[in-house]
């Protein structure tokens, strides 16, 4: 019930973010600028597609410092119900245009969010629902992954590589190896003097040290792995029959 | 975010009329000390003044309006006054002796 009533807010604000985008593209295009001119082709863009769009039939809200605030019926509440953050599986489904609009949407949301939050901090009242920002975090983080990831594809495709910038694995002075992406310069590196200071070897004393930080990292390995194996057994011991179950599939 | 972009964030995205916009840093005070006597900060932080375009007004609404209590906070509120006062009441001394505290006298 919160997950479709958050579904349904998220469309509201989604289809609104349509017309909006709709509406914006038209004003431009005459040139002017003015309320009386954006109402009037709010109403011209209601009338085609409302034979495509049956099942969507919002307005917009006119005055847009208004989306600084949540519905003027939560306002007082002390919690305030919404559905889950959008799932990366969720996201890869959709075009990059509705990508592009959730953003912004969520931007929104996010902006409401801190204004609510700071104001509950002026007037020292408990923010209602403080969950819904990291909903909104996540999925904005989610959408971010996603469109990497169309870019890299689409690098991969029309030129062959992975990265926007070339660069490769090197040692610092202190043995550890990092990837470092090339830079662009308008003199070749061996007149650079900034450059020439920078040391990308390691001299053999500090082979003593890369020993001890492996020797480090596998006691902390180790340790992690020995930690939830006796988390494990802790719960096999407490719910039997659940290991039981999980033994048999 | 700067003076412009400001002004184009809020035209663009939120659709409001910006006549003009100044800008001014707040420094964070870091004059309190914590358990090992380190000085804190508070983080800086940017103010913005944005005037509107077009005669608009604009009133910051208030979204803490007080509202009915439902029947849970209202037993839970009579619930904790009455404890207060049963408390209040134990403290007192006797009656009979003036209420006084019992640890004096004999």
Same mark, same amino acid.
Not at chain 1, 82 to 100: C, F
């Given at each position: 019930?919160?997950?479709?009533?958050?579904?349904?807010a998220?469309c509201?604000?989604?289809?609104?973010?349509?017309?909006l985008?709709?509406v914006?593209?038209g004003?431009?295009a005459?040139?002017?600028s003015?309320?009386?001119?954006?109402?009037?082709?709010?109403?011209?863009?209601?009338v085609?597609?409302?034979?495509?769009?049956k099942?969507?039939?919002?307005?917009?809200s006119?005055?847009?410092?208004?989306?600084?605030?949540?519905?003027?019926?939560n306002?007082?509440?002390k919690?305030?119900?919404?559905?889950?953050?959008w799932?990366?599986?969720?996201l890869?489904?959709?075009?990059?245009?509705?990508l592009?609009?959730?953003w912004y949407v969520?931007l929104?949301?996010?902006?409401?969010l801190?204004?609510?939050?700071q104001e509950?901090?002026?007037?020292?009242?408990?923010m *209602?629902s #403080?969950?819904? @920002?990291? %909903?909104?975090? &996540?999925?904005? !983080?989610?959408?971010? $992954?996603?469109?990497?990831?169309?870019e890299i594809?689409l690098?991969?495709?029309?030129?062959?590589?992975?990265?926007p910038?070339?660069?490769?694995?090197?040692?610092?002075?202190?043995?550890?190896?990092?990837?470092?992406?090339?830079?662009e310069? *308008?003199? #070749?590196?061996? @007149?650079? %003097?900034?450059? &020439?200071?920078? !040391?990308?070897?390691? $001299?053999p004393h500090?082979?003593?040290?890369?020993?001890l930080?492996?020797?480090?990292?596998?006691?902390?390995r180790?340790?992690?792995?020995?930690?939830?194996?006796?988390?494990?057994?802790?719960l096999?011991?407490?719910?039997?029959?659940?290991?039981?179950?999980?033994?048999?599939? | 975010?700067t003076?412009?972009?400001?002004?184009?964030?809020?035209e663009?995205?939120?659709?409001?009329?910006?006549?003009?916009?100044?800008?001014?840093?707040?420094?964070?005070?870091?004059?309190?000390?914590?358990?090992?006597?380190?000085?804190?900060?508070?983080?800086?932080?940017?103010?913005?003044?944005?005037?509107?375009g077009?005669?608009?007004?604009?009133?910051f609404p208030?979204?803490?309006?007080?509202?009915?209590?439902?029947?849970?906070?209202?037993?839970?509120d009579d619930f904790?006054?009455?404890?207060?006062?049963?408390?209040k009441?134990?403290q007192k001394?006797?009656?009979?002796?003036?209420?006084?505290?019992?640890?004096?006298?004999?």
């Amino acid at each position: 019930m919160a997950a479709a009533m958050g579904i349904g807010a998220l469309c509201w604000r989604f289809s609104g973010a349509l017309r909006l985008s709709g509406v914006r593209l038209g004003s431009t295009a005459a040139g002017l600028s003015g309320l009386t001119l954006n109402l009037f082709h709010k109403n011209l863009a209601k009338v085609e597609p409302l034979h495509q769009l049956k099942f969507l039939h919002t307005t917009l809200s006119r005055k847009g410092l208004e989306e600084f605030f949540d519905d003027p019926r939560n306002w007082g509440e002390k919690t305030v119900k919404s559905g889950d953050a959008w799932n990366i599986k969720q996201l890869r489904g959709k075009s990059s245009e509705d990508l592009h609009k959730l953003w912004y949407v969520l931007l929104k949301e996010k902006n409401m969010l801190l204004t609510l939050e700071q104001e509950s901090k002026r007037q020292l009242r408990p923010m *209602p629902s #403080p969950e819904r @920002l990291k %909903k909104v975090e &996540k999925s904005m !983080k989610n959408i971010d $992954l996603v469109v990497r990831e169309r870019e890299i594809a689409l690098r991969l495709l029309q030129t062959g590589h992975e990265k926007p910038v070339p660069g490769e694995w090197r040692h610092d002075f202190l043995g550890r190896t990092y990837w470092y992406s090339y830079k662009e310069w *308008p003199i #070749p590196w061996y @007149l650079n %003097k900034k450059y &020439k200071k920078r !040391k990308f070897y390691y $001299l053999p004393h500090v082979n003593h040290f890369i020993r001890l930080r492996l020797e480090k990292s596998l006691r902390r390995r180790a340790r992690r792995q020995n930690l939830e194996r006796m988390r494990q057994k802790v719960l096999e011991r407490k719910f039997p029959h659940l290991a039981v179950k999980s033994q048999s599939q | 975010m700067t003076k412009v972009d400001i002004k184009n964030y809020l035209e663009k995205i939120y659709n409001v009329p910006v006549a003009a916009v100044r800008t001014r840093i707040q420094y964070g005070a870091n004059n309190k000390r914590n358990h090992r006597n380190q000085r804190v900060k508070k983080p800086d932080y940017k103010v913005a003044y944005v005037q509107l375009g077009q005669g608009q007004t604009f009133q910051f609404p208030n979204l803490f309006p007080e509202k009915e209590q439902d029947t849970e906070t209202r037993s839970f509120d009579d619930f904790r006054s009455k404890y207060m006062e049963r408390e209040k009441q134990r403290q007192k001394g006797d009656p009979r002796r003036g209420g006084v505290p019992d640890w004096f006298g004999l």
